[in-house]
């Protein structure tokens, strides 16, 4: 292998386009390959095709500099010319929530038929999020079938799982707080720790090695940790809720002072969104009860999340009553702040049931409003700032803490909204101060 492998990345969607870009950036020689030609012709064009703070930037300076192609759906030619190949295809939930493996299938095939025709050493590495065991008896399987090959001497096969955040995910890749590399042998995860220290030298995070199916399980109990503290810490929102005088906030915040805690993770809200959380607590729940156990823990997890963002139909109602004709202002669509992504965004059942109430429903957010449009089309209406979406509402709704959202004062609720009432979801705005001027209702907020 040479001093620098030549990497290929399989889909680029948000962790591969960022995988890619990583590692351009720092003058790898990179080429992707992605079924999606309108994908691929915006990456070519260096237009990313969602939104994140500095990818813009990096996509275009990796491909002026040549480090960086994309191709459309041509999988041989990207494993042909490199050395290592990432598997980044999504995979999505089937219907009873258990993982959709089609793609990972299709991608092993393509990589396995040219594994055949390829001399010197290649590694595979899963950076999908996939079910444990699915590396070992899905994806070596096929590639063995494939190229006529036997993993661990032919060609290596790593499972390297990917923690990066949407809206962070470059200071995520470029700090991270440890590597997990799964391996199916060692040759292979002693190729991928030497790409990694390379790749971070001289600032080498922890790296992690482990077997397969162990990787596949750290990201899963990672995210489901993650989602059980959300969970948690709503429980307790909603609990605060019926002591006069307690605050969330307040108690999170002491809580995140004992060191076993933790202070991150326990902001209470609507609850959680996005392509990873829910579908992975999903997967994770299907794959245990296949297992034979019942894991009643996050069961619980995810019946809180479904819940929360009704909460603030709730609070509406308490406030407004019949919410027939009533205008509903709903400051921000995406399922959190610097990303447009809306997968799994709670402002998505918290609007469906505004609409079932006859509520009239206008909405702004800094970059979703076009996700939105795809939506709810002409369900909703939309407004192209947050005053412009105050204006003669009987009610406004926090959905997502925006930074432009918590620099609204009270005065900008008084001045432009019929019925100045503000129900804060995410906890951006100082109580005693709102509602001094305001009606003024907070998730987890003691009445
Ligand atoms: C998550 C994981 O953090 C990341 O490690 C993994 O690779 C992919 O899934 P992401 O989905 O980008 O990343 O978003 P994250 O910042 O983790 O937030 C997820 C959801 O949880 C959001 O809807 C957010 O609003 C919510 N959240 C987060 C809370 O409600 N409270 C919190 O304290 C933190």
Redesign the pocket.
């Known amino acids: 292998m040479a001093a620098k492998p030549r990497i290929s990345v399989i889909g680029v969607g948000y962790v591969g386009l960022c995988t890619a870009v990583g590692f351009a950036s720092k003058g790898y020689s990179v080429v992707c390959s992605d079924v999606d030609s309108g994908k691929v012709s915006k990456i070519k064009a260096g237009i990313p095709p969602f939104h994140e703070p500095n990818l813009p930037q990096m996509l275009e300076k990796s491909i002026n500099q040549g480090y960086l192609t994309c191709l459309v759906n041509q999988t041989e030619a990207a494993v042909m010319e490199t050395d290592i190949t990432y598997i980044a295809v999504s995979t999505p939930s089937k219907e009873d929530g258990s993982i959709d493996l089609r793609y990972i299938e299709a991608v092993s095939r393509d990589i396995g038929k040219t594994l055949r025709q390829k001399n010197g050493y290649h590694v595979v590495l899963v950076k999908s999020t996939v079910v444990p065991g699915t590396t070992q008896n899905t994806v070596k399987p096929i590639l063995e079938a494939e190229s006529k090959k036997t993993c661990g001497r032919d060609f290596g096969l790593c499972m390297n799982p990917?923690?990066?955040?949407?809206?962070s995910a470059f200071e995520?890749t470029s700090n991270p707080d440890r590597v997990v590399i799964g391996s199916f042998d060692e040759k292979s995860g002693d190729a991928i720790e030497r790409l990694y220290r390379d790749f971070y030298h001289p600032k080498v995070p922890r790296i992690i090695r482990t077997s397969l199916a162990t990787a596949e399980l750290i990201?899963y109990a990672?995210?489901a940790m993650?989602?059980t503290?959300?969970s948690f810490?709503?429980t307790i929102a909603n609990i605060c809720e019926e002591i006069p005088g307690a605050d969330v906030k307040v108690v999170a915040a002491a809580m995140g002072l004992d060191k076993r805690i933790g202070p991150?993770?326990?902001?209470?809200?609507?609850?959680?969104?996005?392509?990873?959380?829910p579908k992975?607590v999903k997967a994770l729940i299907a794959c245990s009860k296949a297992l034979g156990y019942e894991p009643e823990l996050l069961d619980s997890v995810e019946d809180v999340n479904h819940k929360q963002p009704l909460k603030a139909v709730e609070f509406v109602k308490q406030q407004l009553g019949n919410l027939e004709g009533k205008n509903i202002a709903i400051l921000g669509l995406a399922?959190?702040p610097d990303?447009d992504d809306m997968r799994e965004?709670?402002v998505i059942p918290i609007i469906n049931e505004l609409l079932k109430e006859g509520a009239v429903i206008t909405a702004y957010d800094p970059v979703a409003i076009s996700m939105a449009k795809s939506i709810f089309q002409n369900k909703i209406s939309y407004a192209d700032s947050a005053i412009g979406c105050l204006k003669n509402a009987d009610c406004a709704i926090v959905v997502?803490?925006w930074e432009e959202f918590k620099k609204l004062s009270p005065e900008d609720f008084c001045i432009n909204m019929r019925h100045p009432i503000l129900i804060d979801g995410?906890r951006i705005y100082c109580p005693e101060v709102y509602s001094e001027k305001l009606k003024f209702t907070a998730i987890g907020l003691g009445k």
């Not at 990917?162 to 809206?167: D, I, K, V």
């Not at 991150?264 to 959380?277: I, K, Q, R, T, V």
């Open positions: 990917e923690f990066l955040r949407q809206g995520d990201k990672s995210n993650l989602a503290k959300i810490i709503n991150l993770f326990l902001d209470a809200g609507l609850g959680y969104g996005g392509s990873c959380f992975d399922f959190k990303t965004a709670r997502t803490e995410r």
